[in-house]
């Protein structure tokens, strides 16, 4: 069984920060990309950012400069700083890893998804 944890989430001032953590576990051989994924209220989700294996990383414009995805590979988490928030960010987050793992000798390679958490944006 792989689980992706969410944490970090909350409400914040506009211009202010948080920190989003995310850790998998579970029986993991391998961790390609990973990424965070937001969807607020009467939208479709949407990509925020993502990481591959090799740290290569891309952005949703909307957060380009502002959001900063990395990871730990040792701790098998994934974060995402997110600097001078606006009302706009409002969104549940969720986190994505195309994971791989292995179970009998065969490696299965799939996305996991996260439960999310809640970012509010608001004065």
């Known amino acids: 069984q792989v689980q992706l944890v969410e944490s970090g989430g909350g409400l914040v001032q506009p211009g202010g920060s948080l920190r989003l953590s995310c850790a998998a576990s579970?029986?993991?051989?391998?961790?390609?990309?990973m990424g965070w994924y937001r969807q607020a209220p009467g939208k479709q989700r949407e990509l925020v950012a993502a990481?591959?294996?090799?740290?290569?990383?891309n952005y949703a414009d909307s957060v380009k400069g502002r959001f900063t995805i990395s990871r730990d590979n040792a701790k098998n988490t994934v974060y995402l700083q997110m600097n001078s928030l606006k009302p706009e960010d409002t969104a549940v987050y969720y986190c994505?890893?195309?994971?791989?793992?292995?179970?009998?000798?065969?490696?299965?390679?799939?996305?996991?998804w996260g439960q999310g958490t809640q970012v509010t944006v608001s004065s």
């Open positions: 990481i591959t294996s090799g740290g290569s990383t």
């Open positions: 994505n890893g195309d994971l791989s793992t292995l179970a009998t000798q065969t490696i299965t390679r799939r996305d996991y």
């Open positions: 579970g029986t993991i051989y391998r961790i390609n990309t």
